[in-house]
């Protein structure tokens, strides 16, 4: 379906050539006025689960922001492309790790691969919802043959508590959140980061226990 919306204050060109970053979050945000927004968001959703390295999330916001009464449809979209695609992820793992699937993901890390043999359903889950790599747990259930149903029950519950609660947030308070965002852009960048290292140290700590 086309996207529509009315056009969005661009910020000062100035502030946009000084800062990459932010240039970026302007281009993802004209996606929502693209006629094709929908579908470059169920595309990257789906290339993400087993090869693309952006993840969706960040046009699901950009979307929701512009158009936040589309919030859940968007968040529908993003959980359906999401979990298809971890369904190729997990083929890909199964039938071609050795020609395809170690040159995505490289090898397993050992910890990873104990947890996911022991408790695939949980990792899935929480790799599902956190901002890290979705593909290392899609292509590693199918090189380790685990359960394809494990595979999709996890990621679609985590995949949508994710998309969901972005849609949440969005729908309720997409303005304000647009406002705070274009206002502190920078400190926003660092709390992302802050954030998504924090996750990684805990999930490192939590592979290894």
Request: glycine share 6%; with cysteine; aromatic share 14%.
């Amino acid at each position: 379906m086309a996207d529509s919306a009315p056009a969005t204050t661009p910020a000062p060109a100035a502030t946009l050539a000084k800062n990459p970053l932010r240039r970026l979050y302007h281009w993802i945000l004209s996606w929502a006025h693209h006629p094709w927004g929908t579908l470059a968001l169920a595309v990257f959703a789906f290339l993400d689960s087993f090869i693309f390295p952006i993840p969706p999330l960040f046009l699901q916001v950009a979307l929701s922001l512009e158009r936040p009464r589309r919030s859940f449809w968007y968040a529908t979209v993003d959980t359906v492309a999401s979990v298809a695609g971890a369904v190729v992820g997990f083929c890909i793992g199964y039938a071609l790790w050795d020609s395809v699937g170690v040159r995505i993901v490289g090898p397993i890390p050992d910890p990873i691969r104990a947890r996911l043999q022991a408790d695939a359903f949980t990792v899935t889950l929480l790799y599902s919802f956190v901002p890290l790599p979705f593909k290392l747990i899609t292509l590693g259930s199918g090189f380790l043959h685990l359960s394809l149903g494990t595979l999709l029950l996890a990621s679609t519950a985590g995949r949508s508590a994710r998309f969901f609660t972005l849609a949440l947030l969005c729908y309720f308070m997409g303005p304000r959140v647009k406002v705070f965002i274009e206002r502190y852009f920078n400190g926003v960048c660092l709390g992302i980061g802050a954030l998504v290292l924090a996750v990684l140290a805990v999930m490192k700590f939590w592979a290894q226990a």
